[in-house]
């Protein structure tokens, strides 16, 4: 009997203990919802006075005695929930404690089980079903999960491989992405006629020249970003592109008549880097194929679009952070675009699938920061990729990225490119390097320290002379078969564009915007004709079927054609 | 510490006042967690000695739900849920595969109970547990699962062990703490959807015996584990069994095995072509566990703060992570990098965990479908036993004796 009642004793206990936590629990709930309108109330309130003029000092007393008196209810409001958590603690407590202090003096009363034991044998076999079902429920889940959690794209499980970074899927402008096998000589043989990449084509380009250097505007178009890239042509589209810190976009215009054909923006760049006003944002010339262009920026946005200028992909290059900013223009050879990529902190080499977009090989390269072009160098109709930096003359395998020599040559700031013929690579920048180097094996095959060598503008091969244009208004012809210095010449103003040689002549723009028409002498180099454009310009001409495009600094792209 | 906590919450909630004569109070959460551990850890093991006597010296079940108050009382709400079996798990896991320094008193803290289950099985759950102490205490009627439907049930926490190692070796983040139930009342926080989660989970206790211990606690494993290999076994009783039934009646946790009868000629037939069929199943199981695993990579990988955002960069959501990313100098082509390796690290871990899930699912079907010694007593499964001492108290040898004794 003492029992039974201590055991209701405890039952009693254990429901007023029960009563009060679900009481006490949901009050404390209540409360707590309670309290967030007002607090939230008396926020706003404070701040609408605060935007008030402050100055006024009894403006200034209400602000502080309410937000005394806010703070004051918030804090005590706190303090009371506190508390009554605390207590909903120790009642919890409590009867934790009632439950063991029953099963402690009361155990539980068991009654020896009719029938028979558990038969193990049967449990056995709802064991093997309680399994096969384990299985379906399991299975289920997981498919349910993959529903729910997992975006459609990425339900494959295996991503191995090394996916392309960003497809034309994800811009929105989907298209779908073929790919073919390029024949790397027949895509050099079809640029001849072309102007599809920095200094033209990477073969001697068969552009006619002018009939006569005396030139009359046939069009002139205004861009609408701003760059310091060379406009490069394919059939009769003329690409270029421009950016400034917010957009980035690559132009296309119709070489004949200088309308403006499409344009289309680059994606948001995930990065802005900091750049200086000579560089820009799109210093890096395009490059063109028969249906694709291609074009970097220093966001380290990389973009390929159509001829008619869809976007087939997008890649964004590794955090692209270099003094003044990035200005290597790529390099096409058949299937891969080559993007030499010297950042302050690592220098790398990419080839990338012009199809998609994929990283076909990097090679990291043991240099430091630099702004110079990859050149092509084809010798036995293998493709190989010549580039320069502070510190290394490198070449690497086209096809696996492979480094096949490293000249330890060069120093300070490289930004000019080289040029490449029988066998040779030459090359001339300021501080750096001037000379040639052997294809085969890099070897220095010779050396000009004492003749004054570009910072900017890259040096031409023409005949037996290599040609160095300096920003100073220096020309001079060093000996492309053993160096030494031929002549010099002084020009009123200095280049920054690079020359180039089309039609058996070289061709050069001075930064205020005359058109020059060299041809060098074997002492000498006579200037054959010369142009007054009246603009400045850094940009390499591009040549059209006996036109020339120029890209002058003021944003504007302008056909010359000869006077008849 | 709860109140410290609360009003460091409370302060941060609230805007400091804009007045220049106003500074701000210093907080020094330094001293916060400079809050002994290597005291926690003496602690314990004195728990774990007293817990031990209880249970195999006194053979007490009244001992027992004392040492389970105590325990409540000191580990869940003065240590405020520590040693906790679930953020113990997580933090050694993700210590080891992160390669950073782990305190030497965490360290303890996870090794001492299972190092003490060698010795002495289960008692770290007896009581020691403030997670085990909550359910023990707060059991009121038993509902007893079926002995098939708990042990394959009893596979969940195996499962849970596997993934949650997969998540904190990848970084995948702190899954397990969602499912640690009670914390809410330890840390008197009742905040939702835990404080949902802690009502479902003590209304279950209430009926089924410790559900969180059997059917969740990755911990739980560990020790299932070490206690098979435990030097004292518990024995339900010092007497000659007289298979009244009463002990099995009396576990709720269904530790208590029965004894099998000579098993007839049939039995063998059909007994041993059972277990040739699990063998022989056991690669297709591997199989099949591979394959589980490979699929559930993608979800794993889902909940990684990097998935999570490549996931929305690629919808074009314009998410505070998203702009959280494009402020920082990390590119594009780098978080994918970091996804595909992630993803390529999880899908190969996640294929291993399933292969071995697979292995420790046969394990446990074949040793099921064992039979067990023909002895006519009453055993203890020493690895399912929580040292709760139910059975003690149920067998009437054992209560004949204690009113021997006095």
Known sequence: MKNDEMRRTLRFLQWTALTFILTLGLLLAYDMYRSRAPIKQAQDELADLKQQDLADAKLAKTVRDLDYLYRSAYFQTKDKQRRGVLLLGIAFFLLCGLFGAEMFWFAPKLKVPRGTASVP??????????????????????????????????????????????????????????????DLLAALEAEKTQWPQFRGSTLPNSNALPASWDFQRKWSSPIELSGNNSPVIWDDLVFLSGGDGKNHAVFCYDANSGELKWKTAAPP???????????????????????RVYAVFATGQVLCLAHDGTLLWHKQLPDPVIMYGYASSPLLMGDKLVVQYDMDEKQTIF????????????????????????????????????????????????????????????????????????????FSNSGAFTGALGVKDGEILFRNDDSPAPDVASAVLFGDQYLLFGSGGTIIAIDAADGHELYEEDLDNGFYASPVTVGGKVVAVDLDGVLYQFEPEEDEIEIRG????????????????????LRTAENELICLEAKQ | MTHLSVLLAAQARFPAPEFESYTLPEMSLEELASDSVLWRVLVLCVFLVVGSLCFYKWRSRKAMLAYSLAGLAVFGFIFASCPCPVGMFQNIAEGVAAGSYIQPGVLLLFAIPLAVSL???RVFCGGACPLGAIQELLHWKSVFVPRPLDRILRLIPVLLLLVFTVCAIF?????????????????????????????????????????????????????????????LKPQITSHECVNCRLCEQGCPNGAVLPPENA????????????????????PFALFAGGLFGYFSAPVLSSFHRDVRLQNELDAGIRSEAVEAFESTKTTHEELRARVVKLQNGVLLASTAAGVLFGALVMAELIAEARRRREEEVYSIDASLCFCCGRCYAACPLERKEKHHEK
């Open chain 1, 530 to 549: 010369k142009f007054e454009l009246g603009k400045k310009v850094v940009c390499v001409p591009a040549f059209h079927k006996g036109n020339i495009i």
């Open chain 2, 171 to 231: 970084g995948i983040g702190f899954p397990l703490c969602y499912l640690e139930p009670y914390l809410p009342v330890f840390l008197l926080d009742f905040a939702t959807p835990f404080a949902i989660l802690s009502a479902v989970f003590l209304l279950v206790g209430l009926f089924i015996s410790r559900p969180f211990c059997r059917y969740v606690c990755p911990y739980g494993v560990l020790l299932r584990f070490f206690s098979m290999f435990s030097l």
């Open chain 2, 119 to 121: 010795f002495a099985g």
């Open chain 1, 269 to 291: 760049a995930a990065n802005m880097p900091e750049v200086t006003e000579d560089t820009g944002y799109a210093a890096p010339t395009m490059c063109a194929d028969s249906k």
């Open chain 1, 351 to 426: 080839a990338l699938n012009v199809f998609t977009g994929e990283t076909m090989w990097q090679t990291e390269r043991e240099s430091a920061q630099s702004w110079s072009s990859p050149k092509a160098v084809v010798a036995d109709g293998k493709g190989m990729v010549f580039t320069a930096g502070n510190m290394c003359a490198e070449l690497f395998d086209l096809e696996t990225g492979k480094r096949l020599w490293s000249q330890d040559c060069m120093g300070g700031e490289v930004a000019a490119s080289a040029s490449v013929r029988d066998g040779k690579i030459f």
């Open chain 2, 263 to 282: 098993e007839t000629a049939v039995q063998h037939r059909t007994g041993s072509r059972r277990i040739s069929l699990l063998v022989a199943c056991i």
């Open chain 1, 121 to 182: 044998e049967k449990e056995r076999r709802q064991l093997l079903i309680f399994a096969s079902c384990g299985i379906v429920v399991m299975a289920v889940a997981l498919a349910v999960l993959r529903i729910v959690l997992v975006p459609s794209e990425a339900k494959k499980p295996a991503q191995i491989a090394d996916a392309p970074n960003t497809t034309a899927e994800q811009s929105g402008k989907a298209k779908p992405v073929q790919t073919e096998t390029i």
